[in-house]
C-alpha cells in the first residue's frame, strides 16, 4: 500500500486544484422539498419564471494522470496550392443520379445520396467492381478506428477486466461480512448486499449470507425490471434503472452483459458525502481494499478503463484512502471508524476535494446539484467533455422551469469545439435564457486547451481528431470543399464518428441528466481514384493509433492480431495524410498510391475482419445507436444513431481530367426514446429510421 500513496498524495494535491469551483454552487434553498411516498415519476416541469443563472467556468481534468502512451505530432507539409477546375465530370453519364442529385452536383461540386450499404469497404469493393473511380473519406476510416477501439476494449472487458472484478467482488464481499460480523454495524451488512448485487449479477450462482439476501433479490428484482426511477432498497434515494439495459457492444455475449450491469451498478451507486451512514459505508470499503491489499487488483480495471475513456468524475479509493488515514491515522481500526467526531471531520474535509462536474441522476431544480451527487464511487463513471457541455446547456444552466431546455444536441459540442456552422444551425436554441452566454462560456474553456489536455487519454484524443473538419475550408482546399454544403457534410462526419465514440465507451462515460423543472471475379483494371484532402484528420487519427497501441502493449493488454492491425492502420493513415499533402499541393501521385486507392475496400475489409473476436450479427453493420442524455421531466433520452452508409459523389481533379468519384459517407441520426426503451444495436438496426436532421438537406438528397 505504501507503494502508492505517493501517486495518491499527488492526487489528493491534484484535487484541491480542481476543487476551485466553489463559486458554482447554489446557496442553499429556504424551500423545503416535498415529501416523496414512492419512486419519482417524470413529470411536467413546475410554472416558475425563476431564472437561470449561468455556471462559471471549470478547470478540466489534468492530463498528466494515468497517462498510458504519449501522443506523437506529426507535421503537415502542403507546398503548393491545388489547380482550379469546373464542376463538369467527364463521367457524369457512367454514375445514375436522379435530375435533382445531379443538378446539386453540378452546382456545389459533390452530393450525397442514401443508400443501402451496411459497411464501408462493400461500397468501396462495389465500385472497384463496376470502374467506378474511388473517393477514400475521412469517414471510412474514423469509422476502421472505431472498430479497432471498440473490438479491442470488448476483448479486454471479456478476458480480463470481467474476470478481476469477479475476483474482487469476492473479496471485498468477504471482508464487509467479515466487519459486520466483528462490529454488528448494518452499514456494514448493507456494503455486503452491495457487493453481492454486483457479485450476482457477474454470477447469479454468487454466494449471499441469508441476511443480506433480501436487500439483493429487490435490488436484482429493480435492475432487472429496468423500468426507470425507483427508489434503491439498499441507498435509500432514488436510481435510474433503465440504465442497467445492456447497450452498446455489451449485448453481443452473456459475459459482456453480465459485465455491464455489474460495472453500471459499481459506476453509478454513490455513497453520498452529505450522509453520514453512506460515507461509513464508504470508509468501509476503503479499508476493505487496505486490509485485503486488493489496490492493484481494483486498478487493473481502472487505469486501462482510464486509459480509454478518462478519469473518476466522482471521489473514489485514490482520493478517500489518502483522507483517511489523515484523519484516523496511518493504522486505523474498525473500532476508529466508530468515532461520530472524526466521521464528521472527515465529510467536512472531503467536502474540500473537487465537485463532481456531471449530475447522471434525479435532481430537482431547488436542490444544491453538488450537495445532492458529491460522493464516492467503488468504480465511478468518468468524466467526458461532451458530457460536461451537455450538463452547462440544459435546465438549470438554461431555460427557466417555465421555458426549460430539456435536451441538448450534438451540434452543441461541435459548436463548443469551434465549429461556426454549427452555432448557425442552432440560430432557434438562442430562445432560451442564458444560451448564448453559456455557450461563449464554454467555447472559451476549451478554445485555450493545449496538446496535452487534448491527448490525454483515446477518448479526447479521438476528439482531437475531429476538430479539423471543424475548419472551414478556404481556397487551399478544392472547390468541392469550399461551399457551406461541404461544411455541413464534414459536421456530419464529425457527429458520425463521435456517435462511434459514445457507443463504444456507454458503460464507462457519465451521461448527463437535465434537472428536474418540478440515437473472385477477374481483377478489374486499375481506375485512378482521389482521397479526401484532410491531412491532419489523418495526421491525428495517425497519431491516436500509434498511441493506443504502445500504451496497450507495454502493459500486456494488446493481442498481437489487434497489436498488427492497429499498425497497419496507422501506416494506412499516414499515406492518406502524404497523398491529400500532394493533392492539396497540385502534385501528382504514383502508382503505388493509385493503386492503395484502388484497392481501399480490401484493405478496409482486412482491417476491421478478426479471427480472434467478441462479435454477433449485429456487427456485419456500422449502424449503432447511443444514448447520451436523459431528461427526468419528459421521461426521455437523447439517443445518437448512425445508420446504413451513404454514398458520396464528388467532382475532383485526378491527372488533368475532371472525374465524379464515389466513396462512403456517415448517415446521422437524432431523435428522443422513452427512457425505459433505451435503445441496443439490434432493435435500432431492424427499426424504421427517424428523418434525417433538418440542417443535412443542404447534401444529402433523396
Given at each position: 500500500m505504501k507503494k502508492i500513496l505517493t501517486v495518491l498524495v499527488a492526487c489528493i494535491l491534484l484535487t484541491g486544484c480542481l476543487s476551485q469551483n466553489g463559486d458554482s454552487k447554489k446557496a442553499p434553498s429556504t424551500t423545503q422539498p416535498p415529501q416523496s411516498t414512492g419512486p419519482p415519476q417524470s413529470t411536467q416541469p413546475p410554472q416558475s419564471?425563476?431564472?437561470?443563472?449561468?455556471?462559471?467556468?471549470?478547470?478540466?481534468?489534468?492530463?498528466?494522470?494515468?497517462?498510458?502512451?504519449?501522443?506523437?505530432?506529426?507535421?503537415?507539409?502542403?507546398?503548393?496550392?491545388?489547380?482550379?477546375?469546373?464542376?463538369?465530370?467527364?463521367?457524369?453519364?457512367?454514375?445514375?443520379?436522379?435530375?435533382?442529385?445531379?443538378?446539386?452536383?453540378?452546382?456545389?461540386?459533390?452530393?450525397?445520396?442514401?443508400?443501402?450499404?451496411?459497411?464501408?469497404?462493400?461500397?468501396?469493393?462495389?465500385?472497384?467492381?463496376?470502374?467506378?473511380?474511388?473517393?477514400?473519406?475521412?469517414?471510412?476510416?474514423?469509422?476502421?478506428?472505431?472498430?479497432?477501439?471498440?473490438?479491442?476494449?470488448?476483448?479486454?472487458?471479456?478476458?480480463?477486466?470481467?474476470?478481476?472484478?469477479?475476483?474482487?467482488?469476492?473479496?471485498?464481499?468477504?471482508?464487509?461480512?467479515?466487519?459486520?460480523?466483528?462490529?454488528?454495524?448494518?452499514?456494514?451488512?448493507?456494503?455486503?448486499?452491495?457487493?453481492?448485487?454486483?457479485?450476482?449479477?457477474?454470477?447469479?450462482?454468487?454466494?449471499?449470507?441469508?441476511?443480506?439476501?433480501?436487500?439483493?433479490?429487490?435490488?436484482?428484482?429493480?435492475?432487472?425490471?429496468?423500468?426507470?426511477?425507483?427508489?434503491?432498497?439498499?441507498?435509500?434515494?432514488?436510481?435510474?434503472?433503465?440504465?442497467?439495459?445492456?447497450?452498446?457492444?455489451?449485448?453481443?455475449?452473456?459475459?459482456?452483459?453480465?459485465?455491464?450491469?455489474?460495472?453500471?451498478?459499481?459506476?453509478?451507486?454513490?455513497?453520498?458525502?452529505?450522509?453520514?451512514?453512506?460515507?461509513?459505508?464508504?470508509?468501509?470499503?476503503?479499508?476493505?481494499?487496505?486490509?485485503?491489499?486488493?489496490?492493484?487488483?481494483?486498478?487493473?480495471?481502472?487505469?486501462?478503463?482510464?486509459?480509454?475513456?478518462?478519469?473518476?468524475?466522482?471521489?473514489?479509493?485514490?482520493?478517500?484512502?489518502?483522507?483517511?488515514?489523515?484523519?484516523?491515522?496511518?493504522?486505523?481500526?474498525?473500532?476508529?471508524?466508530?468515532?461520530?467526531?472524526?466521521?464528521?471531520?472527515?465529510?467536512?474535509?472531503?467536502?474540500?476535494?473537487?465537485?463532481?462536474?456531471?449530475?447522471?441522476?434525479?435532481?430537482k431544480d431547488y436542490q444544491d446539484v453538488e450537495e445532492e451527487t458529491k460522493g464516492f464511487r467503488f468504480m465511478g463513471q468518468r468524466f467526458i467533455p461532451d458530457s460536461y457541455m451537455f450538463q452547462q446547456l440544459v435546465y438549470d444552466k438554461v431555460g427557466t422551469a417555465s421555458d426549460p431546455r430539456l435536451f441538448p444536441k450534438g451540434l452543441d459540442v461541435m459548436a463548443v469545439l469551434g465549429s461556426e456552422r454549427a452555432l448557425y444551425h442552432l440560430e432557434s436554441e438562442k430562445q432560451y435564457l442564458n444560451y448564448e452566454s453559456q455557450m461563449e462560456a464554454l467555447?472559451?474553456?476549451?478554445?485555450?486547451?493545449?496538446?496535452?489536455?487534448?491527448?490525454?487519454?483515446?477518448?479526447?484524443?479521438?476528439?482531437?481528431?475531429?476538430?479539423?473538419?471543424?475548419?472551414?475550408?478556404?481556397?487551399?482546399?478544392?472547390?468541392?470543399?469550399?461551399?457551406?454544403?461541404?461544411?455541413?457534410?464534414?459536421?456530419?462526419?464529425?457527429?458520425?464518428?463521435?456517435?462511434?465514440?459514445?457507443?463504444?465507451?456507454?458503460?464507462?462515460?457519465?451521461?448527463?441528466?437535465?434537472?428536474?423543472?418540478?440515437?473472385?471475379?477477374?481483377?478489374?483494371?486499375?481506375?485512378?481514384?482521389y482521397v479526401e484532402p484532410n491531412p491532419q484528420v489523418y495526421a491525428r487519427l495517425a497519431s491516436l493509433a500509434r498511441m493506443m497501441r504502445e500504451g496497450l502493449e507495454e502493459r500486456g493488454l494488446l493481442l498481437p492480431e489487434y497489436s498488427s492491425k492497429l499498425q497497419s492502420l496507422e501506416t494506412l493513415l499516414l499515406n492518406l495524410k502524404t497523398v491529400s499533402e500532394k493533392e492539396l499541393s497540385g502534385e501528382s501521385l504514383t502508382e503505388d498510391e493509385y493503386t492503395m486507392i484502388w484497392n481501399i475496400g480490401n484493405t478496409l475489409e482486412s482491417l476491421v475482419t478478426f479471427e480472434t473476436a467478441v462479435e454477433t450479427e449485429a456487427d456485419e453493420n456500422v449502424a449503432v445507436v447511443a444514448d447520451v442524455h436523459t431528461d427526468v421531466n419528459t421521461g426521455q433520452v437523447l439517443e445518437e444513431g448512425v445508420g446504413n452508409v451513404f454514398s458520396l459523389f464528388a467532382v475532383v481533379l485526378v491527372e488533368g481530367h475532371v472525374v465524379l468519384v464515389q466513396g462512403g459517407v456517415f448517415s446521422y441520426y437524432e431523435f428522443l426514446q422513452a427512457i425505459a426503451n433505451r435503445l441496443t444495436d439490434e432493435q435500432w438496426q431492424s427499426m424504421e429510421k427517424p428523418p434525417l436532421p433538418e440542417w443535412t438537406g443542404s447534401f444529402v438528397i433523396e
Amino acid at each position: 500500500m505504501k507503494k502508492i500513496l505517493t501517486v495518491l498524495v499527488a492526487c489528493i494535491l491534484l484535487t484541491g486544484c480542481l476543487s476551485q469551483n466553489g463559486d458554482s454552487k447554489k446557496a442553499p434553498s429556504t424551500t423545503q422539498p416535498p415529501q416523496s411516498t414512492g419512486p419519482p415519476q417524470s413529470t411536467q416541469p413546475p410554472q416558475s419564471t425563476q431564472p437561470s443563472t449561468p455556471s462559471p467556468q471549470l478547470p478540466l481534468i489534468d492530463p498528466s494522470l494515468y497517462q498510458f502512451a504519449p501522443y506523437t505530432v506529426l507535421k503537415v507539409n502542403i507546398t503548393g496550392t491545388p489547380v482550379g477546375y469546373s464542376f463538369d465530370p467527364e463521367n457524369l453519364d457512367d454514375i445514375y443520379l436522379t435530375p435533382e442529385q445531379k443538378q446539386v452536383l453540378l452546382t456545389q461540386g459533390f452530393v450525397v445520396v442514401p443508400s443501402g450499404y451496411e459497411q464501408f469497404y462493400d461500397m468501396y469493393q462495389d465500385c472497384k467492381k463496376r470502374n467506378i473511380p474511388i473517393c477514400v473519406t475521412t469517414d471510412s476510416v474514423l469509422h476502421t478506428y472505431h472498430i479497432l477501439y471498440d473490438y479491442t476494449l470488448r476483448i479486454l472487458e471479456s478476458e480480463r477486466f470481467s474476470q478481476d472484478m469477479y475476483r474482487l467482488t469476492q473479496t471485498m464481499a468477504q471482508v464487509q461480512e467479515d466487519y459486520y460480523a466483528q462490529t454488528g454495524d448494518k452499514l456494514a451488512l448493507k456494503n455486503v448486499a452491495y457487493f453481492c448485487v454486483a457479485g450476482r449479477l457477474l454470477d447469479s450462482s454468487f454466494p449471499t449470507p441469508p441476511e443480506a439476501e433480501p436487500l439483493v433479490s429487490q435490488e436484482l428484482e429493480l435492475i432487472e425490471a429496468h423500468r426507470g426511477f425507483e427508489y434503491s432498497p439498499i441507498f435509500g434515494y432514488a436510481e435510474d434503472y433503465s440504465q442497467y439495459v445492456p447497450r452498446g457492444h455489451y449485448t453481443r455475449s452473456e459475459e459482456l452483459k453480465k459485465y455491464f450491469k455489474a460495472m453500471m451498478w459499481y459506476g453509478r451507486m454513490m455513497f453520498r458525502l452529505k450522509s453520514p451512514e453512506e460515507t461509513k459505508q464508504a470508509l468501509y470499503i476503503v479499508k476493505g481494499i487496505q486490509d485485503t491489499d486488493s489496490f492493484a487488483l481494483w486498478d487493473t480495471v481502472y487505469s486501462p478503463t482510464v486509459f480509454f475513456v478518462g478519469k473518476s468524475d466522482d471521489l473514489s479509493l485514490l482520493e478517500y484512502e489518502v483522507l483517511a488515514e489523515n484523519v484516523y491515522g496511518t493504522t486505523y481500526t474498525l473500532s476508529d471508524l466508530q468515532d461520530t467526531e472524526k466521521l464528521t471531520t472527515f465529510i467536512d474535509l472531503a467536502r474540500e476535494l473537487r465537485d463532481p462536474r456531471i449530475n447522471s441522476t434525479w435532481v430537482k431544480d431547488y436542490q444544491d446539484v453538488e450537495e445532492e451527487t458529491k460522493g464516492f464511487r467503488f468504480m465511478g463513471q468518468r468524466f467526458i467533455p461532451d458530457s460536461y457541455m451537455f450538463q452547462q446547456l440544459v435546465y438549470d444552466k438554461v431555460g427557466t422551469a417555465s421555458d426549460p431546455r430539456l435536451f441538448p444536441k450534438g451540434l452543441d459540442v461541435m459548436a463548443v469545439l469551434g465549429s461556426e456552422r454549427a452555432l448557425y444551425h442552432l440560430e432557434s436554441e438562442k430562445q432560451y435564457l442564458n444560451y448564448e452566454s453559456q455557450m461563449e462560456a464554454l467555447r472559451a474553456e476549451f478554445s485555450p486547451l493545449d496538446l496535452a489536455t487534448w491527448t490525454q487519454n483515446l477518448y479526447w484524443s479521438w476528439l482531437y481528431s475531429l476538430l479539423p473538419l471543424l475548419e472551414e475550408k478556404g481556397e487551399t482546399y478544392p472547390a468541392f470543399m469550399q461551399s457551406d454544403a461541404w461544411t455541413d457534410k464534414e459536421l456530419n462526419t464529425a457527429l458520425g464518428s463521435w456517435t462511434e465514440l459514445r457507443h463504444d465507451t456507454i458503460l464507462y462515460a457519465k451521461q448527463s441528466y437535465t434537472l428536474e423543472a418540478t440515437g473472385i471475379p477477374l481483377e478489374p483494371e486499375l481506375i485512378k481514384g482521389y482521397v479526401e484532402p484532410n491531412p491532419q484528420v489523418y495526421a491525428r487519427l495517425a497519431s491516436l493509433a500509434r498511441m493506443m497501441r504502445e500504451g496497450l502493449e507495454e502493459r500486456g493488454l494488446l493481442l498481437p492480431e489487434y497489436s498488427s492491425k492497429l499498425q497497419s492502420l496507422e501506416t494506412l493513415l499516414l499515406n492518406l495524410k502524404t497523398v491529400s499533402e500532394k493533392e492539396l499541393s497540385g502534385e501528382s501521385l504514383t502508382e503505388d498510391e493509385y493503386t492503395m486507392i484502388w484497392n481501399i475496400g480490401n484493405t478496409l475489409e482486412s482491417l476491421v475482419t478478426f479471427e480472434t473476436a467478441v462479435e454477433t450479427e449485429a456487427d456485419e453493420n456500422v449502424a449503432v445507436v447511443a444514448d447520451v442524455h436523459t431528461d427526468v421531466n419528459t421521461g426521455q433520452v437523447l439517443e445518437e444513431g448512425v445508420g446504413n452508409v451513404f454514398s458520396l459523389f464528388a467532382v475532383v481533379l485526378v491527372e488533368g481530367h475532371v472525374v465524379l468519384v464515389q466513396g462512403g459517407v456517415f448517415s446521422y441520426y437524432e431523435f428522443l426514446q422513452a427512457i425505459a426503451n433505451r435503445l441496443t444495436d439490434e432493435q435500432w438496426q431492424s427499426m424504421e429510421k427517424p428523418p434525417l436532421p433538418e440542417w443535412t438537406g443542404s447534401f444529402v438528397i433523396e
